[in-house]
Nanobody
Framework: QVELEESGGGLVQAGGSLSLSCAAS?????MGWFRQAPGKERDFVAV????????YYADSVKGRFTISRDNTRNTMYLQMTSLKPEDTAVYYCAAEKGFSFRYSSYAYAYDYWGQGTQVTVSS
């Protein structure tokens, strides 16, 4: 069983930037970020393959967010810029425990989840 721990959330003004980290306790494969705003479903944000050669973003964050990872540290990152109030949510990292031929934007594809970190963007 691998544990994931997010860090880096906080309060930022609209237009500002924030970076999130997700540390895994062991080896994982594809990793992703999801977010959930109050009263809404958990939505896909971004995914990165284990080799980091492929990334994919939700349209709502494309061009503003950058996902990356450092496998030597078993850590994934999410650099968020030009933040908007609608980015306010609890951000969760997720990881697959085995190899997949294709990355996924669906929550059910992921085996491990972090506890979440709050990101609040004020207007």
């Amino acid at each position: 069983q691998v544990e994931l721990e997010e860090s880096g959330g906080g309060l930022v003004q609209a237009g500002g930037s924030l970076s999130l980290s997700c540390a895994a306790s062991g080896r994982v494969f594809n990793m992703g970020w999801f977010r959930q705003a109050p009263g809404k479903e958990r939505d896909f944000v971004a995914v990165i393959t284990r080799s980091a050669d492929t990334t994919y973003y939700a349209d709502s964050v494309k061009g503003r967010f950058t996902i990356s990872r450092d496998n030597t540290r078993n850590t994934m990152y999410l650099q968020m810029t030009s933040l908007k109030p609608e980015d306010t949510a609890v951000y969760y990292c997720a990881a697959e425990k085995g190899f997949s031929f294709r990355y996924s934007s669906y929550a059910y594809a992921y085996d491990y989840w972090g506890q979440g970190t709050q990101v609040t963007v004020s207007s």
